[in-house]
C-alpha cells in the first residue's frame, strides 16, 4: 500500500511525542495509525471512518465499546471490525462481550452497554468481604432491590413484603425459540418484563422488542398482557387470580384489603359476578369464553376499570 502512511502510538511514549502524532493524523498528513488501546482515551477524529480492533476477546465491553466510538464521529459512513484469531476458542464471558458490541450498536447504548457487562462482571458486594459477583440469574434491578431491602433492614427501617401475585389462566404465555434463539437474550427479554410495574414501563420493553426482533408472536404478546395483569392485580391487593372453565376468580390477600362496593358490581355485572367471604375474599367473574385474546381482555378490563369504579 504505497499510498499509505502509517504512524504508531503507545503509552510509553512521551505526551509530547504523542500529541505530535496524533495532530499529523488529524491534519492528514498520516492516513494509518496504529496503536494500542490509549485510543479510547476520548480523542475526537472527526476524518477517521474505519477501525480495526485486534484480539478483542481480551478486551473488556466498556474499551471495545469506546474504541468503537473513535469512528463515525462526522457524517461520513464509518465502519469498525471487531476481530480474534480464526478458530480461537472463546471463553464464555468474551463471547458475552463480543455478543454485546454486536448487539448495541444504535446512538445512546452507553447505558445499555454499562449494564451488560454490569451483568458479566457482577457488581460485587457492598456489604460484605467478596468483591466479585454474578448478577446474570437476576438482573441488576432486582440486585439492587435485594440490596435496598438489605440496607433499609440494617438501618431499622421497617419494609412491607411486596405482594407476589400468581397468575393462572389459560392462556399460551411464552417466548418461542423461532422468535428469540439465544438464551442470554431470551433471559433479559423474562426478567424485563418481570420488573414492568406500570404502562409505561410495558411500553418501553413492548418498543424495545420490537425494535430488536420485529412484530411480536401471539404468545408474546399473551405474555406482557399478564404483565400487565399482574401489576394491576398488585396495587389493589390481589394475591391470584386464577381460571375456571369459563370464568376468573381473583383471591384477595385479607379482608383489610378487600374494599369495593359489591352492591356496585352486582349492578353492573349482574350474575356474572359472585362474592365469597373468608380470610381471603374471592371475587368471580364468568367470562363466557375460553378465547385467549378476550380472556386476557376481560379480565385487564375489570382491573382496571370496574375494580376502580367498584371502590366504596
Known sequence: MPEANVVFAHGQMTG????????????????????????ES?????NANTIIVENADRMGLATLYQIR?????????????????????????????????????????????????????????LLGEIQS??????????????????????KGIKTTPEIDVQIDLNVTSYIPDSYIEDSSQKIEIYQ?????????????????????????PEELENLLDIARIKYLAKAQNIVKI???KTAVVFTYNSN????LDISQLVKKYGNRIKFSA?????????TGTTNEKELLHQVTDFLSKNCQEGRS
Not at 17 to 38: A, G, H, S
Open 192 to 216: 424485563n418484563i418481570a420488573l414492568c410495574r406500570n404502562e409505561q414501563d410495558i411500553q418501553n420493553v413492548i418498543d424495545e422488542i420490537i425494535d430488536r426482533f420485529g412484530n411480536m
Open 133 to 154: 459477583g454474578h448478577l446474570e440469574q437476576v438482573g441488576y434491578d432486582t440486585y439492587c432491590n435485594l440490596l435496598d431491602e438489605v440496607v433499609k433492614e440494617m
Open 278 to 286: 373468608g380470610i381471603k375474599p374471592m371475587l368471580t367473574l364468568e
Open 256 to 259: 383489610n384489603d378487600f374494599n
Open 16 to 39: 509530547i511525542k504523542i500529541e505530535e502524532i496524533m495532530k499529523d493524523f488529524i491534519e492528514e498528513k498520516t492516513n494509518v495509525l496504529v496503536c494500542t488501546t490509549i485510543l
Open 69 to 125: 466510538g473513535r469512528v463515525g464521529r462526522s457524517d461520513r459512513q464509518a465502519y469498525a471490525y471487531i476481530t480474534y484469531k480464526k478458530d480461537k476458542m472463546l471463553t464464555e464471558v468474551a463471547d458475552k462481550r463480543l455478543k454485546a458490541i454486536k448487539e448495541f450498536t444504535e446512538f445512546g447504548s452507553g447505558f445499555k452497554i454499562a449494564m451488560r457487562d454490569l451483568e458479566i462482571r457482577g457488581a460485587g458486594s
Open 42 to 46: 476520548g480523542i475526537d477524529i472527526p
Open 242 to 244: 386464577a381460571s375456571r
